[in-house]
């Protein structure tokens, strides 16, 4: 049972470069999620989605997109990189609203962007 | 989402019991509180849940007073492994969000 997945591991960009990060979920969940989460500092809350078809806006969506075309999938956007986007990210999923049951966390995504 | 405070860091020793606060004076009648654990380079990871009173599991105990506008979570007998981040979050079930704050930094010595 994987969970959640998240892709790629690492990455590096250059400034204004574009990437997706996919994260995955083979638990049937309506609910996913995309942090962010800088040295030190907690996850912040990027987008996050209700389910398939729908996203919106988290604490911190400057710079973001993001698109749920399938249940299963959740895809994070950055169409032009920048050194603050540097971060590790972290995407969720949780069955139903999250604040009374669990949510399942991937193993996060180490971005540099130079 | 009712607001929540915690303290940054805390330091401890293996064998002890740990307790770790987080006040939620604006916490609504239909809030939960959660806990999740983060260790370093892993993402979160979901620890206990409560409405009132006291909720206990394999991990850890989790106290509500009555008047439930704090929280305290306890860890008994720690070990260098429980060293980790815990986050308290308080919401409920109309909450689509979950919004972490800075959490607890614990450290754990020999």
């Known amino acids: 049972n994987a969970g959640v997945t998240q892709t790629p591991k690492f990455r590096v960009l250059k400034t204004g470069q574009s990437m997706t990060l996919l994260c995955a979920q083979d638990?049937?969940?309506?609910?996913m999620y995309w942090y962010r989460q800088d040295p030190g500092m907690g996850l912040r809350l990027i987008h996050y989605?209700?389910?398939?078809?729908?996203?919106a806006k988290g604490e911190v969506p400057d710079g973001y997109n993001v698109s749920r075309l399938k249940k299963q999938n959740f895809l994070l956007g950055l169409e032009s990189a920048a050194p603050s986007q540097t971060s590790v990210y972290f995407c969720a999923s949780s069955p139903r609203r999250s604040m009374n049951t669990e949510a399942f966390f991937g193993q996060g995504t180490r971005l540099t962007v130079v | 989402l009712a607001k929540t405070t915690q303290p940054i860091s805390m330091d401890s020793y293996e064998g002890q019991e740990v307790n770790i606060t987080c006040s939620h004076n604006n916490i609504a009648t239909n809030d939960y509180i959660t806990w999740y654990q983060q260790f370093p380079s892993q993402g979160p990871r979901f620890i206990i849940q409560g409405y009132k009173t006291k909720v206990t599991n394999e991990v850890a105990s989790l106290f509500i007073p009555a008047d439930r506008k704090s929280s305290t979570l306890s860890l008994p007998r720690v070990s260098l492994s429980d060293t980790a981040v815990y986050y308290c979050?308080?919401?409920?079930?109309?909450?689509?969000?979950?919004?972490f704050g800075t959490g607890t930094r614990l450290q754990v010595f020999p």
């Open positions: 638990m049937n969940h309506e609910y």
């Open positions: 979050l308080v919401g409920g079930h109309n909450t689509d969000k979950l919004i």
């Open positions: 989605s209700v389910g398939e078809g729908t996203t």
